[in-house]
Each structure stands twice: as structure tokens, then as C-alpha cells.
């Protein structure tokens, strides 16, 4: 005789509703964690737009506010040829040296931009950084001496370790590019030495910061020569220089004279008196054959923060200017990007 087992149904749907139950709480909650991560990705997004913009506005600054295709007008036609060119290359140089060393903020509204957020980028010429070939000869794989150098090197140690690092750079440098047996291609291969690594977190220049060793040093720059007018805030800090922190107009005026010797014949103690009051005259003369007496720059590195809400995104470019790029009929300066680093 079969026994009678009362209550089992209530059992069983009271199983199926905790299964049912479970499964819309664990639907639920991956439906909520979906929606805070993708709310966090499209911010991210959006920051990395803006970071990507900084770049497009640091373009727009290094461009000479005189445009590339004036002279078309009757006024400007009467003109030398040389005299235009003349204006044109006082603006590029204008449009350099107001835009380098420092922090420039920008503010994006939707009305205006179509996103509300903001970027700010920090903007160095790689032709006024220390670099390999400064020390190094990559064709004889041998380091360089002389006197000019001696002295940039027994200049390096006390300022490195007033920033916190205490070994010889400059010789750290030379061991990687022997045992690479090349020259180093890209700025983060520095990190591969360990002592180097402690730069990590003051490798590329961050707001509010003095010193960093990407502000130092370039992989990237073109000669070995350092620019005088386009010092980075690092490099002109090792020399106990102070790059200014705004051109105004009494300054600019006083840069235009210099422009007036002829190429190549600017005294360094006439730059240095009128970028950074530096008259120190036995010490320029030491050190002079380490820089070059022409303007020159062309290799330029962004660092751009672009920030939306909360969420902030960090990049660093390396842009380069070609002068006169053949467009159409005109002939414009055009910049390209050689290289990006998402920090």
C-alpha cells in the first residue's frame, strides 16, 4: 500500500522560485556591473577624444599666426619675396617660443564642442634636450670626449641627485647602446635598465612637476647640437637657468633684435642674457660649442590630459614639422606624427 507523502509540491515550487530567484539576481547584478563598466568605457572614451584634441590644438598654437598663403593681397604682393619669408619665419619662431615649457589648459562645452570636458597639454621641443649623440658616436660605437662635455657631465651628477638619483646617466646610456650595439630608437627602452626604471613614475613631465627624465634627454631629436631659443624646463634647469614662464611683448621685442644678425652669427651670451638673464661669460664660453646658433625646431612632444567627468586619459605624442608642403598650389607647413604613447 502506497504512502501518501503530503506538502511535496509546496517543496518543489518553493525550489523552483530559489533557482528562479537566483537567476534573476545574478542577471540583475551582471546587468548592473555591465552598466557601471560601460558607463566608465564611455568615459574613458571620451576622455581619450579629448586627450586626442590637445594634440590638434598644440598644432594649432606651434602654426605661425601669419598665415602660410599671405602675400596675395596688392600691399603684400609689393613685397620682397625675402621680406615675406622673413615675416613668416619671425612667426613660426613667435608661435615657438610662446607655446613651449607650459602648462596651456583648455575648456570644451557641449554648446560649443559637442562634449563638455577639458585637456591640458604641456609642449617641449626635442631640439633643446640632451641627446644620444651628444655623448655617444653610434657609427664608432665609442663614447665622445671633449672639454665642452667633461664639464655638461660633472654638471649632471649633483643635479640629478638634487631630483632624487644618484649614478652616472650619461654612462648608464652608453653601456645600453653597447650592448644593443645600436642606437636606441625609442625613449622607453630606458626603462629596460634598472636603475632607470626608478624613473617610472617621473619619466614623461606631469603637471606642477620641474623635472623629467623624457624633459632631459630625446631618442628622437636630429643632430646632437642643443637649441638655445627652445631649451627644455629639464635641460635649462641643468644648467641653473630659468626657461621664462611667458614671452610678453618687451621680451619678444628684444628676441626680434637678436633675429636681426644674420643666420647662424647670434651670440649665445645674447640669447641667454635676453631667454634667461644667464651673464655668466667664462661659463657661456665652456660650454658654447655644445649648442648651435640658429633657430631650429622642428620635433616637437605633446603631452596632452584629456579629462571627462571623473576619468582622466594621458597620451604623449611626438610631432614633427615639415616647412612648405606643397598643397595644390600653395605651399604650408604641415605636421605629422611619428610616434604616440598612451600613458
Known amino acids: 500500500m502506497l504512502r501518501q507523502h503530503k506538502g511535496y509540491v509546496l517543496i518543489l515550487a518553493v525550489c523552483v522560485l530559489a533557482v528562479i530567484s537566483l ?8 546587468a548592473v556591473v555591465f552598466s557601471r563598466l560601460n558607463t566608465i568605457l564611455m568615459k574613458r572614451e571620451q576622455a581619450k577624444l579629448l586627450a586626442l584634441s590637445g594634440v590638434q590644438c598644440a598644432i594649432a598654437l606651434l602654426s605661425p599666426s601669419l598665415p602660410a598663403e599671405q602675400g596675395s593681397s596688392a600691399d603684400d604682393k609689393k613685397k620682397p619675396a625675402g621680406s615675406r619669408e622673413q615675416e613668416q619665419r619671425m612667426a613660426t619662431i613667435r608661435a615657438t617660443l ?6 596651456i589648459p583648455f575648456l570644451f562645452t557641449l554648446e560649443n564642442d559637442g562634449v563638455d570636458g577639458s585637456c591640458a597639454i ?10 644620444q649623440e651628444l655623448f655617444f ?34 654612462q648608464k646610456i652608453e653601456q645600453m647602446i ?18 632607470l626604471s626608478k624613473f617610472g613614475s617621473r619619466f614623461f ?27 627644455s624646463k629639464s635641460v635649462a634647469a641643468l644648467f641653473n637657468w630659468k626657461y621664462p614662464e611667458k614671452i610678453d611683448e618687451a621680451r619678444w621685442a628684444e628676441l626680434k633684435d637678436l633675429f636681426q644678425d644674420p643666420e647662424g652669427t647670434i651670440p ?18 665652456e660650454v658654447r660649442s655644445l ?10 612632444s605633446v603631452i596632452s590630459y584629456g579629462t571627462y567627468d571623473d576619468v582622466v586619459v594621458k597620451v604623449c605624442v611626438l610631432i614633427e614639422r615639415l616647412y612648405g608642403v606643397s598643397i595644390g598650389k600653395t605651399q604650408q607647413d604641415q605636421f605629422f606624427i611619428k610616434k604616440v604613447y598612451w600613458l
Open 291 to 300: 649648442f648651435m646658433q640658429r633657430f631650429q625646431a622642428d620635433l616637437f
Open 205 to 231: 613631465m606631469a603637471p606642477q612637476g620641474n623635472f623629467a627624465l623624457s624633459d632631459l634627454y630625446s631618442i628622437d631629436r636630429k643632430g646632437f647640437l642643443l637649441q638655445p631659443f627652445t631649451l
Open 122 to 131: 604641456y609642449i617641449t621641443s626635442e631640439d633643446g634636450k640632451l641627446g
Open 268 to 285: 649665445l651670451a645674447k640669447i641667454c642674457a635676453v631667454l634667461y638673464g644667464e651673464k655668466r661669460q667664462e661659463f657661456l664660453q
Open 137 to 170: 658616436d653610434v657609427r664608432t660605437m665609442k663614447p665622445i670626449k671633449n672639454s665642452p662635455l667633461d664639464k655638461l657631465q660633472s654638471m649632471m651628477g649633483p643635479f640629478l641627485s638634487s631630483v632624487g638619483y644618484s649614478g652616472d646617466l650619461v
Open 23 to 30: 537567476l534573476i539576481i545574478r542577471t540583475s547584478t551582471r
Open 178 to 195: 653597447q650592448q644593443k650595439n645600436r642606437a636606441l630608437i625609442d625613449i622607453t627602452e630606458l626603462l629596460d635598465n634598472e636603475q
Open 98 to 103: 610662446t607655446t613651449i615649457n607650459r602648462w
